[in-house]
């Protein structure tokens, strides 16, 4: 791919905001354990970050999908995993199947102010007891005439506890299979909607991650986006979006651990000799960044099957597993190398060891996306049934 000259005045605008209004507040939301989501999404609002490809209809800029992709490698350098994933959540995560499938009712009512940074969303899909198994959840949104009551529970909501709106997966349809389930935006000042509790976690400490609970939720059925019955298929096209941008932002901050890494091996010397002289540590960070080079590639392929209107779930749950893989590898490597340093909280390297952590985990664990590239590949003696992990997943 190359980059316009449009493509890089976006970064470029892009990057000096993220440098002036959110790294040197970092550290401070850290310890918060909060990131002031309306503060920062306003200003991205108003500077149009926040609704590149979405359609000027609803105050987005129309454009092409690289600027998505422009993005999330820019939030990716953020010194933090919780901020990119709060604002990712609200642009890749929650809004894409409401934006290319909801009526214009509810595009004006959510995705526009979304996309002015005046109301933040998240996307509720995982449960207590169903997390990448996604035909397990029991969520229920229940008839009553012109309404859904909802009941239920959602657990690992990222932004859970300052949204304004929900992108709620649930049953309307009795029966345990993906069959049955719909999309339905939840505000979030609905009378029975109820933030459980605020879930502490082992890194992205400024992201807000919540349990959720709906008691008798009452929303009409107008806020269903699509037709009734294909919220699991509408989701799993969100799916992928959301596993191509969680990519991106893998070898984005990947590279930027690699260069503070190279700087510091240059000013630390041992034996005489700076420890970036050392040939094992060229070696081994040339294999790093050619694996780093390796998913930007496979992004970048994604990226020009999505804008082709192909199906990319393959390849972008193989840039999903590989990404997790990757920051793992990367979070190791350069940890080792800054020796006792690393292992201090008072160095980038321990913070983006915990969060890189999830990476292999959220939005869809590797495990299952290997079952989904088993499965595209052919590698079982018979179908797997739609009920499977393989399945629900893909």
């Known amino acids: ?6 493509h890089q005045l976006f970064r470029k605008t892009l990057r000096d905001f993220i440098e002036k209004e ?27 970050f926040l609704g590149v490809n979405y359609p000027p209809e609803y105050g987005g800029l129309g454009l092409d999908y690289w600027y998505n992709v422009i993005r999330a490698e820019e939030l990716g350098r953020i010194p933090c995993g919780g901020v990119p994933m709060g604002i990712t959540v609200h642009t890749d995560m929650c809004t894409p199947a409401l934006a290319e499938f909801g009526s214009h009712e509810l595009k004006k009512r959510f ?9 933040l969303g998240a996307i509720a899909v995982s449960e207590p007891d169903a997390g990448s198994d996604v035909a397990r959840i029991r969520t229920r949104a229940e008839s009553d005439g012109d309404h859904y009551v909802i009941t239920g529970n959602k657990m690992w909501i990222t932004n859970g506890t300052q949204a304004d709106w929900i992108c709620l997966l649930a049953r309307t349809s009795p029966g345990e299979s993906f069959e049955g389930m719909s999309l339905i935006m939840v505000p979030t000042d609905t009378p029975g909607f109820i933030v459980s509790r ?3 976690k082992l890194g992205n400490w400024s992201s807000d991650t919540a349990e959720l609970a709906f008691a008798g939720v009452r929303v009409p059925k107008s806020f269903r986006i699509g037709e009734e019955g294909e919220g699991f298929k509408l989701q799993m096209q969100q799916f992928q979006k959301e596993r ?3 990519a991106v932002t893998c070898y984005s901050g990947a590279e930027r651990i690699v260069s503070l890494t190279k700087n510091y091996l240059k000013t630390r010397r041992t034996f005489g000799k700076p420890l970036i002289d050392n040939q094992y540590i060229q070696f081994r960070l ?10 930007r590639q496979l992004c970048y392929h994604c990226t020009e099957k999505l804008i082709a209107g192909q199906d990319m779930t393959r390849e972008a749950s193989m840039a999903k597993l ?19 340093m690393g292992y201090t909280e008072e160095y980038p390297l321990a913070r983006y060891f915990r969060d890189t952590r999830l990476f292999p985990i959220g939005g869809g664990a590797d495990e299952i996306m290997m079952a989904i590239i088993a499965k595209y590949e052919g590698f079982y003696s018979e179908r797997p049934r739609p009920t499977t992990k393989a399945a629900t997943a893909s």
Request: with cysteine.
């Open 1 to 6: 791919m190359q980059f316009t000259e449009e």
């Open 22 to 48: 959110i790294n040197p507040y970092v550290d401070q939301w850290e310890k918060d354990g909060i990131w002031p989501a309306h503060e920062v999404l306003k200003k991205m609002g108003d500077l149009d």
């Open 111 to 119: 995705l526009e102010p979304a996309i002015r940074g005046t109301q």
């Open 198 to 200: 605020k879930i502490e």
């Open 244 to 246: 191509l941008i969680a």
């Open 286 to 295: 040339a294999e790093v960044v050619t694996e780093i080079e390796c998913l």
């Open 322 to 340: 590989k990404g997790g893989q990757l920051v793992r590898l990367v979070a190791d490597v350069c940890l080792q190398f800054h020796g006792g």
